[in-house]
């Protein structure tokens, strides 16, 4: 069974960063798909970034340049580093993992940014 287990989110002032982590710890299987979506109040959940095991990448356009995601293959663990953060990126983000034929989600981390 997966179980993703996201930290590292928090209340940040505007043009500062933040680093959000993700775990599977049961999966002991590599999982190709994983990545980052957000949902802020009132909105749809949307893609922030994506990654292969093999280093492909997928970026929403608004975070392309700013937040750069990682991972550690033998770990299923992945990674957001996010700068330059702006009052706009506040959100609940949830790690993703794509095993066929189902998608599975984390609990969510809270982005707070603010002055």
């Known amino acids: 069974q997966v179980q993703l287990v996201e930290s590292g989110g928090g209340l940040v002032q505007p043009g500062g960063s933040l680093r959000l982590s993700c775990a599977d710890s049961?999966?002991?299987?590599?999982?190709?798909?994983m990545g980052w979506y957000r949902q802020a109040p009132g909105k749809q959940r949307e893609l922030v970034a994506t990654?292969?095991?093999?280093?492909?990448?997928n970026y929403a356009d608004s975070v392309n340049g700013r937040f750069t995601i990682s991972r550690e293959n033998a770990k299923n663990t992945v990674f957001l580093q996010m700068n330059s953060l702006k009052p706009e990126d506040t959100a609940v983000y949830y790690c993703?993992?794509?095993?066929?034929?189902?998608?599975?989600w984390g609990q969510g981390t809270q982005v707070t940014v603010s002055s």
């Open positions: 049961r999966y002991r299987f590599s999982i190709n798909l």
């Open positions: 990654i292969t095991t093999g280093g492909s990448t």
């Open positions: 993703y993992a794509y095993i066929r034929p189902s998608a599975y």
